[in-house]
C-alpha cells in the first residue's frame, strides 16, 4: 500500500505543487506593498520604530516577500527565492514576533521550514528551473 511505505508517492508532482502553493502565499501577502495605508501602518509598530527608516524597512520586507513569491510560484532561482523567503521570515518570526513560533506566531516559522525543503530538494514539477 502506497501510504504505508517509505517510498516517495509522487516526488516532483507533489514538491512542485507546495512550491507554487507557498509561492502563491508569499506573493499574496507581498501584495500589500502596493497598499499604502496597510504599509503606514506597519510602518507605525513599535518594532520598526527602531530602524532608522521604519517605512523603508516595512516595504524591503513586503517587496521581498512579493518578489520571493513570485520566483516560487513559477518555479525561477528557486534556491535563491528560497533563502529570500527563509531570511525575511526569520526576520518576522525571531525579530517582529519575539521568537514566538511555537504557538502564536508559527506561520512564519513555517515558511521557513518550507525554504529549507525547496533548498535541499529543488523546484519539483512545473517550473522554469527544471526546464533550464
Do not use: C
Not at 509522487?10 to 501584495?31: E, Q, S
Not at 530602524?51 to 513569491?69: D, M, N, Q, R, W
Amino acid at each position: 500500500m502506497p501510504l504505508l511505505n517509505s517510498k516517495p508517492l509522487w516526488p516532483g508532482y507533489g514538491l512542485g505543487i507546495a512550491r507554487i502553493v507557498t509561492g502563491f502565499f508569499m506573493a499574496y501577502h507581498g501584495y500589500e506593498v502596493f497598499d499604502v495605508k496597510t504599509m503606514q501602518n506597519y510602518a507605525s509598530w513599535p518594532i520598526f520604530q527602531k530602524f532608522p527608516s521604519p517605512e523603508i524597512t516595512a516595504y524591503i520586507g513586503k517587496g521581498l516577500e512579493l518578489v520571493s513569491g513570485i520566483l516560487l510560484l513559477v518555479g525561477l532561482w528557486t534556491r535563491l527565492a528560497s533563502v529570500i523567503m527563509i531570511a525575511v521570515m526569520a526576520f518576522v518570526t525571531f525579530v517582529i514576533a519575539d521568537g514566538q513560533f511555537w504557538y502564536r506566531d508559527q506561520h512564519p516559522f513555517l515558511f521557513i521550514l518550507l525554504g529549507w525543503i525547496f533548498i535541499t530538494q529543488g523546484p519539483g514539477a512545473f517550473s522554469i528551473d527544471r526546464k533550464r
